[in-house]
């Protein structure tokens, strides 16, 4: 059973590294680099994961703390200040931002529930970016609108990630690079992910989600073990920030938008909110799933209609519209769900509630 | 449910089946080069209907190319156009722009904002392609250092300089409000727009702002009504454009209105009902009226693609003539070869005599103010760049 | 002085038409608790059947009040169908489903509207005018237009109406309890599914009349202009304290008044420091010290009149 389940571990590890390569050599270096962006998708996804997978916080404005990551990274790593701290103080020091401003965000709203704390992480994510847009006047600190360029490539010592090198006759390519920087990264993600859930932090949460009143009653302190989702979830945004400004070159507030909250949310909710290996899922559906609309939608209707009937770009976000849609209805509880909720949500198929206060019963 | 499942498995498998295809090699067939030319801009969204403008400029000047039957190092070219949806969105650009690379193009066109053509800018460099904006203004997108990067349209600086001379000193109003929308183009340009009417001797009475996403401005419009200002200068984009100048006229202020390029559209005055008469607009270059190649471009325009020109896309035109000539010149279409040959082209091009300086900027920059009189854009004056513009 | 008044006009306009929106998501957040995400781009399809409409009934020749009016109903005929539609495909089969399920769904529905809209309309943005002169009124100094005393008078109009519909008609008896307890209301012979497809209908109607005034006033129509609009009107729902039908229409007047003296006032208040373009971040706010002191809005209750 032991040595199984390594050698299962072991093909997995060759096949990840392997990826990169692969990808490259059967559709070419562009989709590496949507692999590497799925990566990052994948950090912030497990990191929304914590605040609404396990402690059930409806968050929508989590790409705040993925911005304040890639900002503290542009600010100190770039011509901007005439800043270029090295990369292992400047990631750290992001997440650790980022991290405060979790808190920042989960003291005064621990007392809302559900939607109202919905549109107040809204409000604050919209309020992080109004204030990254404006703050080039009067003291020109983020260069608003036009955001900062020139950033400081992923680097450490001498070596940087940012550019090719050959190895053993081997080209190494930059998005290759960035690919093995990411999955360390997210891989360390999934670990501090599982310790957690299995931990006493991680039952406190379950037990938040399940029942906030009985979970008090239980003596979890639910203040700070809320405050703790926020902070947790809010770091892991803050590293994937960080290395999205580094791997970019570029940022700019436009990067942070509504729209990019909700697509990490979907990730979560689609792959299977509370499992980690749901999530991953979800967050690499939703990165690559427009991008094969993208060459898929023309191609396919040549092979139906012999032409091309509707304008490519507009058939692909209608296709990844749909997608969700039917996702969703296919599997309600996402397409890995964790077992827990797997077994609450078969409990009540389709039978209607006496306790229920709504249809929709907001405990769920 | 079962039909869920279907239907789901036949998306994935047709969006499998369509991935696997969009990889050919740039081989020549029949002894024809083959030229593939990238054009990158937001073909969904918001701003969709300018880049879908860009991109049919970009597909007149290929096939007027092909049509023609351009020579490059003595054999017969044929291009291909390879359009990519960028969505406005920075991070899909670098990957769309990795596509490109990977797609083996000569040479793109694009992007249309200066948010996606910056971050795009460091993959084509790195990879040696090179890049011709056609509507890019922000000053640092060929302020990097990257020999790749070139627009045939003026920067925010060119321009705003010429707006703020032509509002002090031609038009000589003296007390002027300030409002943009907020992104890198509107806050960019209207930053230059003071720093020039300022220069020129008038005084900046407010400085408003607002969203390129809204639609209501009475709230600022209202504020600025105590300040009484001649001019207000809106930096954004004309569907900002017209409910703020239709909504300044509805509260009575009788101030006049100017935009830059995001202004001098068709579009302005079929939704403006009225309002917009006497608006002022820019745009780069000299009216296409006056370049002996630009007259007949906007009727062979329509004709095409049943729809009036929206904004840049004879700059897309432009720019894909720019780098067949550099091709022509270097006698090759391998993108180190004829790379330096771009600074070196002076073309007419339909929108002004084109040509770069060292930066990649395009020399003389001359702009043209235009103004709605009785529905219809007229051109009042050609600010600047003498040299280059010679009709 | 002039200038204050006419900066409330300006948020009472505003106001009125997120109040208008702000009742659909409350009606169905009564009643579902969940937050329908499409309902701005129902908004959006409304304003583009509505432009649609009147535009061939302009070109047959009818006369100006009538085109007006009937393409309101064709308007608001579909959006009732579309709303009944959305529904039973997105948010029925997912009833019992973990809650934000549904959420996705509404998303999807979202995504799949715009861009149908943009097939359909194309990606330029439509002027929509109306067959008649919007002249513009001086009182007391401030100036409104004829549109927008519509707007305001339309608005009043239909709460005070839907407020008769759900305090003193039998199908507001019905909504409401469903509302408070569905199984109840089932053993007492309620067709919930009958009860919810008409709350969703009934929004969807509010939702093409908010999308006809709002193009009405601005001129212009395009596949885009759900999304903020749909946002404003949820934050306004939200504010009021979201399931509540009077919390919905205070929020809807108390955004658009803290926009538009936000927007006017800011940069004075903070002597140059923050401008307009802190518009929103004043307006978010104002609602999270709301929602601090009152987390249920400023209307919402424990035991919530609900709709």
Redesign the interface.
Same mark, same amino acid.
């Given at each position: 059973m032991k040595l199984h389940r390594s050698s299962g571990h072991l093909t997995l590890a060759i096949a990840l590294l392997a990826l990169p390569f692969i990808i490259d050599a059967l559709f070419g270096h562009g989709w590496v680099r949507i692999a590497d962006f799925a990566l990052l998708y994948i950090m912030l996804a497990l990191g929304l994961n914590i605040v609404v997978g396990y402690a059930g916080l409806l968050d929508l404005g989590y790409i705040a703390f993925f911005s304040v990551g890639a900002y503290t990274y542009a600010l100190l790593g770039s011509p901007q200040f005439g800043l270029h701290w090295p990369m292992y103080v400047v990631l750290p020091l992001g997440a650790l931002i980022a991290c405060g401003f979790g808190v920042l965000l989960g003291a005064p709203t621990l007392k809302l529930r559900g939607d109202y704390l919905a549109i107040v992480t809204l409000g604050f994510g919209e309020i992080i970016r109004i204030f990254l847009n404006n703050l080039n006047a009067p003291v020109n600190i983020t260069n608003g609108p036009q955001g900062i360029s020139a950033i400081d490539p992923l680097q450490v010592g001498g070596f940087s990630f940012g550019s090719s090198f050959e190895w053993m006759g081997l080209r190494v390519d930059d998005v290759h690079l960035h690919y093995y920087l990411f999955l360390g990264f997210t891989l360390l993600v999934i670990f501090v992910s599982r310790r957690l859930e299995d931990s006493r932090i991680g039952r406190a949460w379950v037990a938040i989600r399940e029942d906030e009143v009985a979970a008090s009653a239980m003596g979890i302190n639910t203040r700070n073990i809320k405050l703790l989702a926020f902070a947790m979830g809010a770091t892991f945004g803050g590293i994937s920030g960080g290395l999205f400004a580094g791997f970019q070159g570029f940022v700019s507030p436009e990067s942070f938008s509504l729209m990019e909250s909700i697509m990490v949310l979907c990730m979560v909710v689609l792959g299977g909110m509370g499992n980690i290996g749901g999530v991953v899922l979800g967050g690499v559906l939703l990165v690559a799933l427009p991008e094969l609309f993208r060459n898929a939608a023309g191609p396919v209707q040549q092979a139906l209609f012999g032409k091309v009937v509707v304008d490519p770009e507009s058939l692909r976000m209608l296709m990844f519209g749909l997608a969700l849609i039917l996702v969703m209805l296919w599997r309600p509880a996402g397409l890995w769900p964790s077992t827990q909720r797997r077994r609450e949500f078969d409990a009540d198929d389709g039978v209607l509630h006496q306790e229920q206060e709504t249809v929709y019963d907001a405990s769920k | 449910m079962f039909n869920h499942k279907i239907a789901f498995l036949v998306v994935l498998g047709m969006a499998l089946a369509g991935c696997g295809k969009s990889e050919t090699a740039a081989v020549s067939n029949s002894g024809e080069l083959v030229i593939r030319i990238g054009a990158a801009a937001p073909l969904t969204g918001p701003q969709a209907h300018i880049g879908k403008d860009n991109e049919y400029g970009t597909r007149m000047a290929i096939d007027d190319a092909n049509a023609k039957g351009v020579m490059i190092g003595g054999k017969k070219a044929h291009f291909e156009l390879l359009s990519e949806d960028d969505q406005t969105d920075p991070k899909t650009a670098t990957i769309v722009a990795q596509k490109l690379v990977d797609a083996k193009v000569n040479g793109v066109i694009g992007h249309l904002n200066s948010g996606t053509s910056i971050p795009a800018s460091s993959i084509y460099f790195k990879n040696g392609i090179p890049q011709i904006s056609p509507s890019a203004t922000a000053v640092k997108f060929t302020a990097q250092g990257y020999n790749t990067a070139f627009r045939v349209m003026t920067n925010d600086a060119q321009q705003g300089k010429a707006l703020g001379e032509f509002a002090v000193k031609v038009l000589g109003l003296k007390n002027i409000a300030v409002i943009d929308d907020r992104t890198a183009y509107g806050q960019g340009l209207a930053d230059e727009f003071v720093k020039s009417a300022e220069a020129n001797g008038a005084r900046i009475v407010a400085r408003e702002y607002t969203t390129d996403k809204s639609v209501d401005f009475t709230a600022v419009l209202t504020s600025l009504k105590g300040k009484q200002p001649e001019l207000l200068f809106f930096g954004g984009m004309d569907p900002q454009g017209v409910p703020m100048v239709k909504q300044l006229r509805s509260l009575g202020m009788k101030t006049q209105f100017m935009m830059g390029d995001g202004g001098y559209t068709p579009k302005l005055i079929e939704l403006g009902g009225g309002a917009e008469e006497g608006t002022y607009a820019s745009l780069p270059g000299v009216p296409l009226d006056k370049m002996p190649n630009g007259r007949d471009f906007a009727k062979r325009y329509e004709a095409q693609f049943h729809q009036p020109i929206q904004l840049y896309a004879p700059y897309c035109y432009d720019a894909v003539n720019v780098m067949i000539a550099a091709m022509q010149k270097a006698g090759s279409a391998e993108p180190a070869k004829y790379l330096p040959e771009i600074g070196k082209v002076e073309l007419d091009g339909v929108t002004a005599r084109i040509a770069f300086d060292e930066k990649g900027d395009i020399r003389g920059g001359a702009v043209t103010v235009y103004q709605v009189r009785q529905g219809q854009w007229h051109a009042v004056q050609t600010m600047g760049g003498a040299a280059a513009a010679k009709p | 002085m002039d200038?204050l008044f006419?900066?409330i006009i300006?948020?009472l306009?505003?106001g009125s038409v997120y109040a208008l929106v702000a009742l659909g998501y409350t009606m169905v957040?009564g009643?579902?608790?969940?937050?329908n995400f499409a309902h701005g781009e129902v908004v959006m399809i409304g304003a583009m059947i509505a432009l649609t409409a009147l535009q061939a009934l302009l070109a047959a020749a009818f006369a100006p009040v009538l085109a007006v009016l009937l393409s309101l109903m064709i308007a608001m005929a579909v959006c009732m169908a579309l709303g009944y539609s959305i529904e039973r495909?997105?948010y029925r089969?997912?009833?019992?489903?973990?809650?934000?399920?549904?959420?996705?769904?509404a998303?999807?529905?979202?995504?799949?509207l715009?861009?149908?809209a943009?097939?359909i309309w $194309?990606?330029? #943005?439509?002027?929509f005018?109306l067959p008649f002169s919007?002249a %513009?009124h001086?009182i007391g100094g401030a100036?409104v237009?004829d549109v927008q005393i519509v707007i305001v008078i339309v608005a009043l109009f239909i709460m005070a109406g839907l407020m008769w519909l759900v305090h003193h008609t039998r199908t507001g008896r019905t909504m409401r309890a469903?509302?408070e307890?569905?199984?109840a209301a089932?053993l007492m012979g309620v067709d919930?599914n009958r009860v919810?497809s008409v709350t969703f209908m009934l929004g969807s109607a509010l939702a093409a009349i908010a999308g006809f005034m709002?193009s009405a006033n601005?001129?212009?129509v395009?596949y885009?202009?759900g999304?903020?609009l749909g946002?404003k009107a949820?934050?306004a729902a939200?504010l009021g304290g979201?399931g509540n039908l009077r919390g919905a229409m205070l929020g809807g007047v108390l955004l658009g008044l803290i926009?538009?003296? $936000?927007?006017? #006032?800011i940069?004075d208040l903070t002597g140059g420091?923050l401008? %307009?373009?802190?518009?929103?971040?004043f307006a978010?706010?104002v609602?999270?010290a709301v929602?601090?002191f009152r987390?249920?809005?400023l209307l919402g209750e424990k035991l919530a009149e609900r709709a």
């Open positions: - | - | 200038i006419q900066q300006n948020g306009v505003q957040y009643i579902l608790g969940l937050i495909i997105a089969p997912l009833r019992n489903a973990p809650r934000l399920a549904p959420l996705i769904t998303i999807g529905v979202s995504i799949v715009q861009n149908l943009m097939m $194309g990606r330029e #943005y439509h002027s005018t919007n %513009s001086q100036m237009n469903v509302a307890n569905p199984a089932t919930i919810i709002v601005y001129g212009i395009h885009y202009m999304f903020m946002l949820f934050t939200v979201i926009e538009s003296l $936000g927007a006017g #006032y940069g420091f401008g %307009s373009h802190y518009q929103d971040v978010f706010f609602l999270i929602l601090i987390p249920s809005g």
